[in-house]
């Protein structure tokens, strides 16, 4: 009979041990490794997608003026060389779509510029500081979703306008025209500038404010985010998109910083001592976002099993895109191509930046007028080190996965012609051995036709075991025309099938069998091997065929084959 004494001496001297559960426990640690590892991958993937927002921003001020620059001065000089006859060269069209593209944007540009520098910024500013804490809370909530909308459905116009602008003629007419889809685009750049211009100056005012809840109810709205992300259910394609607005809110945010530092310090007279009390803040609201983003990731994919490599899937994609972009016959800008990918619009963004720049400097002599000119060359030095940065890391990338590609390709297809040649030279003993009765011969023959061997790398086509089929001999020219029976199917050949044998089906590649007047032909397909291994993962939403001997750098501007007709004019 136990006793009280018996229970509680069991219950300190109980053991057990975990091996008995091994597996569950070896799990859960590499969950928790798993977990600690995804904020390394997520900056891994947030570096190369900022840097391709930085390229994208800076475009705008670097080579897009030296762009607009010369497609005015080759529409304005190429109809006069025509005209006089002193130009070889006979242009389809005044600008190729490409110039077309770069003028539609300089001249948005220029528009939203002029009239967005009559907005008074100082008006603006104490308006929005005279307001109650709550009310600026609300306010930039609304802000933050209106700017989502913005970038969602702002890239759509953008890209009306421009291919209805580029559209060749002749077609029917299936749009409003190049006029109303203009001023649609300029409404759009205006508004969401406006709208940007609101969130810099609520975060100034939040920044430069003697009470700092305001920021501190601003930094807790980025752990309200985690709530709606992190309990819904997530897909790599979701993830995906997730991630590439995450790079794009973070860029936002760093523009909108720096806007609220040139403001400031030009309040201040560029006093130093003003730019350190600002620093604290700003990094307070970047290293806020970066955890959320951190948090947020690790337990999207700890809820959902997505394992780590997902970000590198996610890199490759976006250096598949920046290669496909510097291709000889690229169908797209750069710039553009990461707006469709990250709802990152640099126009609104690049229209803000230069009513700031153009506020807090003055030019009123030689010397600031070559400050400023030596600060453009500073600009255009850094955006193409960071192209050719962020090409080159492209470009090891692909290396890299085609690479892999074709190894494991190489190892399936040895594996594959291994497994059917030791099933042909299983079959040829069974069938070659003279003590084999009739009977048992035809069961071994059943057996191979209903239990074809099967392959863990590949499944065999079902195109392998095909019957005999008796054909003319007037067929067999038509036959000498078909190049390779891998590369033909045969039930498009024109044959007049005269009858089929009933013999079973046999495996083997080309034969050709006399019997009688007629010739027997077999034909079967040889196993094709997939051009892309799963295992490796495809990187999703990209162009993974893309070569990376055809990349090249701005050569559309040498060679003009394709737009240009060279001719020699009387």
């Not at 809840?213 to 897909?235: G, H, R, W, Y």
Request: glycine share 4%; hydrophobic share 45%; net charge positive.
């Amino acid at each position: 009979m136990p006793s009280f004494y018996s229970f509680v001496r069991a219950e300190l001297y109980r053991g057990y041990q975990l091996e008995n559960d091994e597996e569950r426990y070896v799990a859960r640690r590499q969950k928790v490794y798993l977990f600690m590892k995804i904020p390394r991958e997520v900056e891994k993937f947030m570096s190369y997608g900022f840097f391709q927002c930085t390229d994208a921003f800076l475009f705008l001020f670097t080579f897009l003026p030296l762009r607009f620059v010369l497609a005015i001065w080759g529409m304005v000089t190429r109809p006069i060389l025509h005209f006089f006859c002193f130009s070889k060269i006979k242009y389809k069209r005044i600008l190729q779509p490409s110039e077309i593209v770069d003028v539609l944007k300089g001249t948005i540009i220029i528009i939203c510029c002029i009239i967005l520098s009559h907005v008074d910024m100082a008006m603006m500013y104490h308006l929005i500081k005279s307001q109650s804490v709550i009310k600026l809370y609300i306010f930039y909530n609304m802000l933050e979703t209106g700017d989502r909308l913005f970038s969602v459905f702002g890239q759509d116009i953008i890209d009306a306008l421009f291919w209805t602008a580029t559209e060749r003629k002749g077609r029917k007419r299936e749009h409003l025209g190049v006029i109303p889809h203009f001023i649609m685009a300029v409404i759009y750049v205006l508004l969401h500038t406006v709208l940007v211009l609101l969130q810099a100056t609520t975060l100034n005012v939040a920044i430069n404010s003697s009470n700092k809840a305001l920021l501190t109810i601003m930094m807790s709205n980025n752990f309200v985010e985690l709530k709606s992300s992190v309990f819904k259910k997530f897909d790599k394609n979701n993830l995906f998109q997730l991630s590439c607005s995450d790079v794009r809110e973070r860029f936002h945010l760093s523009i909108l910083l720096l806007v609220v530092v040139i403001q400031t310090m030009r309040e201040y007279m560029w006093k130093e001592e003003r730019f350190w009390v600002l620093i604290p803040d700003c990094l307070m609201v970047i290293l806020a976002e970066v955890i959320v983003d951190w948090v947020k990731h690790a337990f999207i994919t700890r809820f959902n099993d997505i394992p780590s490599n997902i970000y590198q899937e996610f890199t490759l994609s976006l250096a598949y895109d920046l290669a496909a972009t510097k291709q000889k016959h690229a169908f797209t800008d750069h710039s553009d191509l990461v707006a469709r990918r990250m709802g990152f619009i640099p126009l609104p963004l690049g229209v803000l930046a230069i009513r700031i720049v153009s506020q807090a400097i003055q030019i009123n002599n030689f010397g600031d007028s070559f400050v400023l000119f030596f600060a453009f060359l500073c600009l255009g030095s850094f955006r193409i080190l960071s192209n050719i940065v962020t090409l080159g890391k492209a470009c090891d990338l692909i290396d890299t996965h085609q690479k892999q590609r074709a190894t494991t390709a190489t190892a399936a297809t040895a594996t594959t012609a291994a497994g059917l040649a030791a099933t042909a030279m299983s079959s040829t003993t069974e069938s070659a051995s003279p003590r084999a009765s009739r009977s048992e011969r035809r069961a071994v023959a059943t057996e191979d036709r209903e239990c074809p061997p099967k392959n863990d790398v590949f499944p065999e086509p079902p195109g392998l075991f095909v019957r005999s089929m008796s054909i003319d001999d007037s067929q067999l020219s038509k036959l000498s025309s078909v190049p390779d029976p891998t590369d033909v199917d045969i039930s498009t050949v024109p044959l007049k099938v005269r009858s089929a044998s009933h013999s079973p089906p046999r495996r083997s590649d080309i034969g050709l069998h006399r019997r009688g007047s007629g010739r027997r032909m077999r034909i079967s397909t040889p196993p094709q091997i997939p051009p892309l291994i799963p295992e490796l993962g495809q990187p999703i939403f990209s162009n993974s065929t893309v070569s990376l001997t055809s990349i090249c750098l701005n050569e559309e501007i040498f060679d003009e084959d394709d737009t240009l007709i060279e001719g020699n004019f009387k």
